[in-house]
């Protein structure tokens, strides 16, 4: 079983073996959840804000990118 030692500041280094197992790089989030006293570490998945557009502009495909623009942004043709 892999074990960390925590610093003066609080801080551990995930041991390699783990991080590969969650799949976790730099900069990546964990959680700290709390389960009948105990508390297991996972990797945090957050949505990202973009999700809800993706396929957004499939049925706009083959159309001029300006005319797109222009009808998201709710411009009149000249």
């Known amino acids: 079983m892999p074990t960390a030692r925590m610093t003066s500041k609080g801080q551990i280094t995930v041991p ?3 991080r590969e197992r969650l799949g976790i790089g730099p900069g990546d989030e964990l959680e700290f ?3 009948n006293g105990e508390f297991r ?4 998945v ?3 804000p973009f999700d809800k ?3 957004f502009l499939k049925e706009k495909d083959g159309q001029v990118p ?5 009808d998201l942004r ?5």
Do not use: F, L, N
Not at 41 to 44: H, L, Q
Not at 74 to 78: A, L, R, V
């Open 16 to 18: 390699k073996g783990v």
């Open 33 to 35: 959840v709390e389960e």
């Open 41 to 44: 570490i996972r990797k945090s």
């Open 46 to 48: 957050r949505a990202s």
């Open 53 to 55: 557009y993706v396929g």
């Open 66 to 70: 300006d005319r797109i623009v222009r």
């Open 74 to 78: 709710g411009h009149d043709d000249p």
